[in-house]
């Protein structure tokens, strides 16, 4: 039992030393610049006017959220159509339930005006 755990705290010690070793590399040979405008906001040479907080119009969330939804759940429908027909006739059942559900959460997007852009 004790040796099963020694195999897990090898492989977190392992694990966070692939995780912290490139920042240590990258710590110590990356160049230092302590040049001023090394600080300002773009560095594309072109003096920046106001705040670089700018507010955007929540119809870009909204887009980009429910092209998010509908592209994760393309994730989901291609390996069940790569298997289906030797999966039966319940899978079949059980992915026109997830169709239908997504269907209807595309329906009440565009009646919410989602996917408007005007």
Do not use: C
């Not at 912290?20 to 001023?36: E, V």
């Amino acid at each position: 039992m004790l040796l099963d755990w020694g195999y897990v705290a090898i492989f977190v010690i392992v694990g966070a030393g692939m995780v912290s070793l490139p920042f240590a590399i990258i710590a110590l040979l990356s160049p230092r610049s302590s040049f001023p405008h090394k600080l300002d906001t773009y560095e594309s040479g072109v003096e920046p006017v106001g705040q670089a907080w700018s507010q955007f119009n929540v119809r870009y969330y909204m887009f980009s959220l429910i092209f998010v939804v509908f592209d994760v759940e393309i994730i989901y429908l291609y390996p069940w159509a790569v298997v289906a027909r030797s999966l039966g006739a319940s899978a079949f059942y059980s992915i026109l339930v997830f169709l239908a559900i997504l269907v209807l959460g595309l329906a009440y997007a565009w009646r919410k005006g989602a996917l408007e852009w005007s």
